[in-house]
Protein backbone atom coordinates (compact mmCIF):
# COMPACT_ATOMS: atom_id res chain seq x y z
CA UNK A 1 0.00 0.00 0.00
CA UNK A 2 1.23 3.35 -1.13
CA UNK A 3 1.99 6.02 2.14
CA UNK A 4 -0.54 8.40 0.73
CA UNK A 5 -3.17 5.42 1.21
CA UNK A 6 -2.14 4.87 4.73
CA UNK A 7 -2.36 9.05 5.42
CA UNK A 8 -6.01 8.68 3.75
CA UNK A 9 -6.58 6.66 6.61
CA UNK A 10 -4.79 8.02 9.28
CA UNK A 11 -6.59 11.31 8.36
CA UNK A 12 -10.12 9.91 8.25
CA UNK A 13 -9.59 8.92 12.14
CA UNK A 14 -7.96 12.44 12.68
CA UNK A 15 -8.75 15.64 10.23
CA UNK A 16 -12.21 13.93 9.48
CA UNK A 17 -14.13 14.37 12.45
CA UNK A 18 -12.67 17.90 13.33
CA UNK A 19 -13.76 19.18 10.28
CA UNK A 20 -17.16 17.41 10.34
CA UNK A 21 -17.60 19.31 13.53
CA UNK A 22 -16.36 22.69 11.91
CA UNK A 23 -18.67 22.07 8.94
CA UNK A 24 -21.65 21.17 11.19
CA UNK A 25 -21.37 24.61 12.73
CA UNK A 26 -20.77 26.54 10.42
CA UNK A 27 -24.16 25.02 8.76
CA UNK A 28 -26.34 25.97 11.99
CA UNK A 29 -24.78 28.94 13.03
CA UNK A 30 -23.90 30.51 9.75
CA UNK A 31 -26.29 29.12 6.84
CA UNK A 32 -28.99 28.60 9.88
CA UNK A 33 -30.22 25.49 8.10
CA UNK A 34 -30.95 22.44 10.42
CA UNK A 35 -28.57 19.33 10.13
CA UNK A 36 -31.59 17.41 9.20
CA UNK A 37 -32.34 15.45 5.79
CA UNK A 38 -29.25 14.59 3.62
CA UNK A 39 -27.29 17.36 5.51
CA UNK A 40 -24.71 15.26 7.41
CA UNK A 41 -24.38 12.29 4.69
CA UNK A 42 -23.52 15.35 2.00
CA UNK A 43 -21.10 16.83 4.65
CA UNK A 44 -18.94 13.22 5.39
CA UNK A 45 -19.14 12.37 1.59
CA UNK A 46 -17.51 15.80 0.68
CA UNK A 47 -15.14 16.01 3.54
CA UNK A 48 -13.47 12.59 2.76
CA UNK A 49 -13.65 13.09 -0.59
CA UNK A 50 -11.30 16.12 -0.03
CA UNK A 51 -9.00 13.61 1.95
CA UNK A 52 -8.51 11.56 -0.38
CA UNK A 53 -5.53 11.14 -3.51
CA UNK A 54 -5.68 8.45 -6.54
CA UNK A 55 -3.71 5.95 -4.48
CA UNK A 56 -6.61 6.37 -1.86
CA UNK A 57 -8.98 6.10 -4.20
CA UNK A 58 -7.71 2.34 -5.83
CA UNK A 59 -6.56 0.99 -2.66
CA UNK A 60 -8.69 2.11 -0.34
CA UNK A 61 -12.16 3.66 -1.01
CA UNK A 62 -12.78 1.63 -4.31
CA UNK A 63 -12.33 -2.05 -3.15
CA UNK A 64 -14.01 -1.18 0.00
CA UNK A 65 -17.00 -0.25 -2.10
CA UNK A 66 -16.73 -3.26 -4.32
CA UNK A 67 -16.57 -5.50 -1.68
CA UNK A 68 -19.89 -4.32 -0.29
CA UNK A 69 -21.75 -4.08 -3.42
CA UNK A 70 -20.27 -7.83 -4.46
CA UNK A 71 -21.23 -9.10 -1.17
CA UNK A 72 -24.75 -7.43 -1.67
CA UNK A 73 -25.76 -8.28 -5.03
CA UNK A 74 -22.69 -10.75 -6.06
CA UNK A 75 -19.77 -10.51 -8.42
CA UNK A 76 -19.95 -8.44 -11.80
CA UNK A 77 -20.85 -10.87 -14.96
CA UNK A 78 -19.04 -9.68 -18.36
CA UNK A 79 -20.20 -10.16 -21.33
CA UNK A 80 -18.29 -8.64 -25.15
CA UNK A 81 -19.71 -6.22 -27.14
CA UNK A 82 -17.78 -5.84 -30.60
CA UNK A 83 -17.18 -3.04 -32.26
CA UNK A 84 -18.76 -1.86 -34.92
CA UNK A 85 -16.47 -0.74 -37.99
CA UNK A 86 -18.44 2.95 -37.52
CA UNK A 87 -17.62 2.60 -33.50
CA UNK A 88 -13.52 2.52 -34.90
CA UNK A 89 -14.13 5.40 -37.46
CA UNK A 90 -15.57 7.84 -35.43
CA UNK A 91 -13.59 7.12 -32.09
CA UNK A 92 -10.33 6.64 -33.64
CA UNK A 93 -10.28 9.02 -37.18
CA UNK A 94 -13.31 11.64 -36.23
CA UNK A 95 -12.44 12.41 -32.54
CA UNK A 96 -8.72 10.98 -32.71
CA UNK A 97 -8.49 8.70 -30.03
CA UNK A 98 -5.81 6.15 -29.38
CA UNK A 99 -6.98 2.56 -30.99
CA UNK A 100 -10.25 1.25 -29.69
CA UNK A 101 -10.02 -2.62 -29.21
CA UNK A 102 -12.39 -5.02 -31.75
CA UNK A 103 -13.44 -6.87 -28.57
CA UNK A 104 -14.56 -4.92 -25.72
CA UNK A 105 -15.04 -6.44 -22.21
CA UNK A 106 -18.61 -4.64 -20.65
CA UNK A 107 -19.02 -5.72 -16.91
CA UNK A 108 -22.73 -5.48 -15.10
CA UNK A 109 -24.76 -7.13 -12.47
CA UNK A 110 -28.39 -8.29 -12.89
CA UNK A 111 -29.64 -6.04 -9.85
CA UNK A 112 -33.21 -8.03 -10.10
CA UNK A 113 -34.47 -10.50 -12.97
CA UNK A 114 -38.31 -10.58 -11.62
CA UNK A 115 -40.16 -13.98 -12.60
CA UNK A 116 -41.38 -14.23 -16.09
CA UNK A 117 -40.21 -11.35 -17.03
CA UNK A 118 -41.24 -10.51 -20.37
CA UNK A 119 -38.81 -8.69 -22.68
CA UNK A 120 -41.99 -7.41 -25.31
CA UNK A 121 -43.57 -5.92 -22.38
CA UNK A 122 -42.16 -5.41 -19.01
CA UNK A 123 -40.06 -2.51 -18.48
CA UNK A 124 -36.16 -2.70 -18.25
CA UNK A 125 -34.03 0.28 -16.10
CA UNK A 126 -29.99 0.07 -17.40
CA UNK A 127 -28.70 2.05 -14.76
CA UNK A 128 -25.18 4.11 -14.56
CA UNK A 129 -23.95 4.77 -11.41
CA UNK A 130 -21.77 8.33 -10.66
CA UNK A 131 -18.84 8.47 -8.58
CA UNK A 132 -16.83 10.94 -11.63
CA UNK A 133 -16.14 8.13 -13.15
CA UNK A 134 -13.44 7.44 -11.02
CA UNK A 135 -15.33 6.04 -7.74
CA UNK A 136 -16.81 3.10 -7.83
CA UNK A 137 -20.84 1.83 -7.59
CA UNK A 138 -21.42 2.44 -3.82
CA UNK A 139 -24.26 0.95 -1.68
CA UNK A 140 -26.00 3.76 -1.30
CA UNK A 141 -27.06 3.10 -5.41
CA UNK A 142 -28.06 -0.33 -4.00
CA UNK A 143 -30.76 0.93 -1.13
CA UNK A 144 -32.12 3.49 -3.74
CA UNK A 145 -32.52 0.68 -6.39
CA UNK A 146 -33.61 -1.51 -4.01
CA UNK A 147 -36.33 0.99 -2.84
CA UNK A 148 -36.99 1.39 -6.32
CA UNK A 149 -37.80 -2.45 -7.13
CA UNK A 150 -40.02 -2.70 -3.91
CA UNK A 151 -42.42 0.22 -5.52
CA UNK A 152 -41.85 -2.00 -9.29
CA UNK A 153 -41.69 -5.65 -8.55
CA UNK A 154 -41.89 -6.66 -12.56
CA UNK A 155 -39.28 -4.09 -13.57
CA UNK A 156 -35.72 -5.99 -14.32
CA UNK A 157 -32.66 -3.63 -13.50
CA UNK A 158 -29.40 -4.40 -14.93
CA UNK A 159 -26.48 -2.26 -13.80
CA UNK A 160 -23.22 -1.27 -15.92
CA UNK A 161 -20.15 -1.80 -13.67
CA UNK A 162 -18.04 0.15 -16.61
CA UNK A 163 -14.29 1.12 -16.31
CA UNK A 164 -12.66 3.30 -13.49
CA UNK A 165 -10.34 5.80 -14.51
CA UNK A 166 -8.11 5.07 -11.40
CA UNK A 167 -7.05 1.75 -10.40
CA UNK A 168 -5.46 -1.39 -12.05
CA UNK A 169 -7.73 -1.51 -14.57
CA UNK A 170 -7.48 1.79 -15.55
CA UNK A 171 -9.47 3.00 -18.33
CA UNK A 172 -9.99 6.38 -19.89
CA UNK A 173 -13.05 7.92 -22.26
CA UNK A 174 -14.54 6.45 -24.52
CA UNK A 175 -14.20 3.00 -22.83
CA UNK A 176 -16.95 3.90 -20.47
CA UNK A 177 -19.10 4.98 -23.47
CA UNK A 178 -17.92 1.84 -25.51
CA UNK A 179 -18.94 0.06 -22.68
CA UNK A 180 -22.48 2.21 -21.90
CA UNK A 181 -23.25 0.79 -25.65
CA UNK A 182 -22.08 -2.99 -25.12
CA UNK A 183 -24.67 -3.38 -22.30
CA UNK A 184 -27.28 -1.22 -24.03
CA UNK A 185 -26.67 -3.50 -27.45
CA UNK A 186 -26.56 -6.31 -25.31
CA UNK A 187 -30.14 -5.33 -23.95
CA UNK A 188 -32.05 -4.57 -27.08
CA UNK A 189 -30.31 -6.85 -29.29
CA UNK A 190 -29.64 -10.17 -27.54
CA UNK A 191 -32.28 -9.75 -24.49
CA UNK A 192 -34.50 -8.36 -27.02
CA UNK A 193 -36.06 -5.65 -24.47
CA UNK A 194 -38.72 -3.65 -25.86
CA UNK A 195 -39.16 -1.72 -23.51
CA UNK A 196 -35.83 0.02 -22.03
CA UNK A 197 -35.53 2.76 -19.39
CA UNK A 198 -32.05 4.30 -18.89
CA UNK A 199 -31.52 6.01 -15.37
CA UNK A 200 -27.95 7.61 -14.64
CA UNK A 201 -26.55 9.68 -11.63
CA UNK A 202 -24.04 12.21 -11.67
CA UNK A 203 -21.47 11.27 -14.29
CA UNK A 204 -23.76 8.22 -15.18
CA UNK A 205 -25.96 10.77 -16.69
CA UNK A 206 -23.20 12.16 -18.61
CA UNK A 207 -22.34 8.58 -19.85
CA UNK A 208 -26.65 8.35 -20.14
CA UNK A 209 -26.67 12.09 -22.29
CA UNK A 210 -23.11 10.57 -24.20
CA UNK A 211 -25.49 7.46 -25.26
CA UNK A 212 -28.19 8.50 -26.60
CA UNK A 213 -26.38 10.95 -28.65
CA UNK A 214 -24.34 7.91 -29.87
CA UNK A 215 -27.07 5.98 -30.70
CA UNK A 216 -28.93 8.28 -32.42
CA UNK A 217 -26.45 10.19 -34.59
CA UNK A 218 -24.04 6.83 -35.55
CA UNK A 219 -25.92 3.42 -35.14
CA UNK A 220 -29.22 2.55 -36.11
CA UNK A 221 -29.74 0.90 -32.65
CA UNK A 222 -33.26 1.77 -31.81
CA UNK A 223 -33.73 4.40 -28.62
CA UNK A 224 -34.94 3.53 -25.01
CA UNK A 225 -38.78 4.81 -24.35
CA UNK A 226 -37.46 6.68 -21.49
CA UNK A 227 -34.53 8.70 -19.25
CA UNK A 228 -34.27 9.48 -15.49
CA UNK A 229 -31.21 11.87 -15.80
CA UNK A 230 -30.29 11.97 -12.15
CA UNK A 231 -27.89 15.39 -11.48
CA UNK A 232 -26.21 15.17 -14.91
CA UNK A 233 -22.58 16.23 -15.12
CA UNK A 234 -23.59 17.67 -18.21
CA UNK A 235 -20.28 20.09 -19.33
CA UNK A 236 -17.17 18.39 -17.48
CA UNK A 237 -15.06 20.29 -18.77
CA UNK A 238 -16.85 23.31 -18.79
CA UNK A 239 -17.82 24.43 -15.11
CA UNK A 240 -19.05 27.36 -14.49
CA UNK A 241 -16.61 28.58 -11.61
CA UNK A 242 -16.94 31.46 -9.33
CA UNK A 243 -14.55 33.33 -6.99
CA UNK A 244 -12.46 31.08 -4.60
CA UNK A 245 -14.71 32.20 -1.25
CA UNK A 246 -17.74 31.97 -3.07
CA UNK A 247 -16.85 28.70 -4.44
CA UNK A 248 -16.38 27.12 -0.88
CA UNK A 249 -19.45 28.72 0.32
CA UNK A 250 -21.35 27.11 -2.77
CA UNK A 251 -19.92 23.59 -1.94
CA UNK A 252 -20.27 23.97 1.62
CA UNK A 253 -24.07 23.00 1.43
CA UNK A 254 -22.69 19.98 -1.29
CA UNK A 255 -21.54 16.39 -1.62
CA UNK A 256 -18.99 17.41 -4.37
CA UNK A 257 -16.81 20.23 -4.93
CA UNK A 258 -15.05 22.13 -7.80
CA UNK A 259 -11.92 20.88 -7.70
CA UNK A 260 -12.82 17.17 -7.11
CA UNK A 261 -15.27 17.68 -10.54
CA UNK A 262 -12.05 19.19 -12.17
CA UNK A 263 -9.42 16.22 -10.94
CA UNK A 264 -12.40 13.73 -12.21
CA UNK A 265 -12.35 15.38 -15.63
CA UNK A 266 -8.70 15.15 -15.78
CA UNK A 267 -8.47 12.05 -15.18
CA UNK A 268 -11.40 11.11 -17.75
CA UNK A 269 -9.64 12.51 -20.65
CA UNK A 270 -6.23 12.12 -19.85
CA UNK A 271 -3.06 14.40 -19.87
CA UNK A 272 -3.46 14.47 -23.75
CA UNK A 273 -7.00 15.53 -23.82
CA UNK A 274 -7.62 17.31 -20.51
CA UNK A 275 -7.70 20.91 -22.08
CA UNK A 276 -9.86 19.66 -24.80
CA UNK A 277 -13.66 20.09 -24.66
CA UNK A 278 -14.98 17.08 -26.78
CA UNK A 279 -18.25 15.92 -28.56
CA UNK A 280 -19.86 13.23 -26.03
CA UNK A 281 -17.92 14.87 -23.43
CA UNK A 282 -19.17 18.00 -22.90
CA UNK A 283 -22.21 17.26 -23.89
CA UNK A 284 -24.06 20.90 -23.18
CA UNK A 285 -21.43 22.68 -25.01
CA UNK A 286 -21.83 20.64 -28.04
CA UNK A 287 -25.28 20.37 -27.82
CA UNK A 288 -27.21 20.82 -31.33
CA UNK A 289 -30.85 20.63 -31.18
CA UNK A 290 -31.43 18.85 -34.85
CA UNK A 291 -29.84 15.77 -33.04
CA UNK A 292 -31.61 16.68 -29.48
CA UNK A 293 -35.03 17.18 -31.00
CA UNK A 294 -34.81 13.34 -32.74
CA UNK A 295 -33.99 11.98 -29.38
CA UNK A 296 -36.82 13.82 -27.24
CA UNK A 297 -39.62 13.05 -30.04
CA UNK A 298 -39.01 9.40 -29.31
CA UNK A 299 -37.48 8.99 -25.70
CA UNK A 300 -39.16 11.31 -22.83
CA UNK A 301 -36.58 12.58 -20.71
CA UNK A 302 -36.87 13.25 -17.00
CA UNK A 303 -33.93 15.42 -15.06
CA UNK A 304 -34.02 15.53 -11.27
CA UNK A 305 -31.25 17.94 -9.14
CA UNK A 306 -31.03 19.60 -5.84
CA UNK A 307 -31.51 23.73 -5.67
CA UNK A 308 -27.85 23.37 -3.48
CA UNK A 309 -25.88 21.97 -6.12
CA UNK A 310 -22.69 22.97 -7.68
CA UNK A 311 -23.70 21.73 -10.49
CA UNK A 312 -26.92 23.60 -10.76
CA UNK A 313 -25.98 26.15 -13.51
CA UNK A 314 -25.18 23.85 -16.27
CA UNK A 315 -28.12 21.22 -15.42
CA UNK A 316 -30.59 24.33 -15.77
CA UNK A 317 -28.98 25.33 -19.23
CA UNK A 318 -29.31 21.32 -20.18
CA UNK A 319 -32.59 21.70 -19.07
CA UNK A 320 -33.89 24.87 -21.14
CA UNK A 321 -32.37 23.66 -24.16
CA UNK A 322 -34.29 20.33 -24.15
CA UNK A 323 -37.33 23.00 -23.40
CA UNK A 324 -36.59 24.93 -26.73
CA UNK A 325 -35.40 22.18 -28.23
CA UNK A 326 -38.77 20.10 -28.50
CA UNK A 327 -41.17 21.69 -25.90
CA UNK A 328 -44.09 19.35 -26.91
CA UNK A 329 -42.03 16.56 -25.50
CA UNK A 330 -39.86 18.15 -22.62
CA UNK A 331 -41.33 20.46 -20.72
CA UNK A 332 -39.99 22.59 -17.70
CA UNK A 333 -42.65 21.68 -14.96
CA UNK A 334 -43.69 18.47 -15.22
CA UNK A 335 -40.21 16.41 -16.42
CA UNK A 336 -38.11 18.42 -13.81
CA UNK A 337 -37.21 18.50 -10.53
CA UNK A 338 -35.73 21.09 -9.27
CA UNK A 339 -35.26 19.56 -5.31
CA UNK A 340 -35.47 22.78 -3.02
CA UNK A 341 -32.50 22.60 -0.30
CA UNK A 342 -31.71 19.24 -2.34
CA UNK A 343 -27.82 18.24 -3.35
CA UNK A 344 -26.10 16.24 -5.83
CA UNK A 345 -27.44 13.31 -6.32
CA UNK A 346 -30.20 14.01 -3.35
CA UNK A 347 -32.48 11.10 -4.57
CA UNK A 348 -29.94 8.49 -3.39
CA UNK A 349 -28.86 9.49 -0.38
CA UNK A 350 -32.62 9.71 1.29
CA UNK A 351 -33.11 7.31 3.59
CA UNK A 352 -36.15 6.18 4.61
CA UNK A 353 -38.02 2.84 5.85
CA UNK A 354 -41.38 3.64 5.03
CA UNK A 355 -42.40 3.21 1.43
CA UNK A 356 -45.37 6.21 1.74
CA UNK A 357 -42.99 8.81 2.99
CA UNK A 358 -39.93 7.52 0.81
CA UNK A 359 -42.43 7.63 -2.30
CA UNK A 360 -43.77 11.22 -1.59
CA UNK A 361 -40.47 12.50 -0.49
CA UNK A 362 -39.79 15.41 -2.91
CA UNK A 363 -36.56 14.03 -4.31
CA UNK A 364 -37.69 10.96 -4.86
CA UNK A 365 -41.42 11.32 -5.95
CA UNK A 366 -41.17 12.65 -9.78
CA UNK A 367 -38.88 10.03 -10.71
CA UNK A 368 -41.63 7.29 -9.31
CA UNK A 369 -44.08 8.79 -11.66
CA UNK A 370 -42.21 9.19 -14.75
CA UNK A 371 -41.24 5.41 -14.54
CA UNK A 372 -45.21 4.51 -13.98
CA UNK A 373 -46.81 6.99 -16.59
C1 LIG B 1 -21.21 10.12 -36.63
O1 LIG B 1 -22.10 11.19 -36.34
C2 LIG B 1 -21.57 12.48 -36.59
C3 LIG B 1 -22.60 13.49 -36.11
O2 LIG B 1 -23.82 13.33 -36.79
C4 LIG B 1 -21.24 12.63 -38.06
O3 LIG B 1 -20.65 13.88 -38.30
C5 LIG B 1 -20.26 11.51 -38.47
O4 LIG B 1 -20.01 11.56 -39.85
C6 LIG B 1 -20.84 10.15 -38.11
N1 LIG B 1 -19.84 9.14 -38.43
C7 LIG B 1 -20.14 7.94 -38.95
C8 LIG B 1 -19.02 7.04 -39.27
O5 LIG B 1 -21.30 7.59 -39.14
C1 LIG C 1 -34.85 1.17 1.33
O1 LIG C 1 -33.78 0.23 1.41
C2 LIG C 1 -33.15 0.17 2.69
C3 LIG C 1 -31.98 -0.78 2.58
O2 LIG C 1 -32.35 -2.01 2.05
C4 LIG C 1 -34.14 -0.25 3.76
O3 LIG C 1 -33.51 -0.24 5.02
C5 LIG C 1 -35.32 0.70 3.74
O4 LIG C 1 -36.29 0.26 4.65
C6 LIG C 1 -35.92 0.79 2.34
N1 LIG C 1 -36.97 1.77 2.33
C7 LIG C 1 -38.13 1.56 1.73
C8 LIG C 1 -39.07 2.71 1.75
O5 LIG C 1 -38.41 0.52 1.18
Redesign the pocket.
Known amino acids: MHLKSLLFIVNICTILPIRLLYCYLVILIKYKRSLRGTICTRTFMRESFILTSDDAFAEVINPLLNWCVSYLCGKPETLQYCTTT?DR??FDK?LGLTEIDTIIDVKYRWFKMPDGFDPRNDDILIYFHGGGYAVAMSPSTLTFLGNLSKKFPKLAIIMLDYSLTLGPDSKKFPAQLLEGLGIYDYVINTLHCENVILMGESSGGNLELALLNYLI??TTIPLPKKAVLISPWANPSKMDRYNKRQEKELEMLDCVTFDGSIDFKDRLLGPELRNECL?LVDILYHF?PK?WYKILDVCSIYVTYGKDEILRPQIEHLIDKFADTHPDKFNEITDVSGYEGGCHIEPLLVSDKNMDSWSQHGAVSGILQFIEK
Open positions: ELIETNPDV
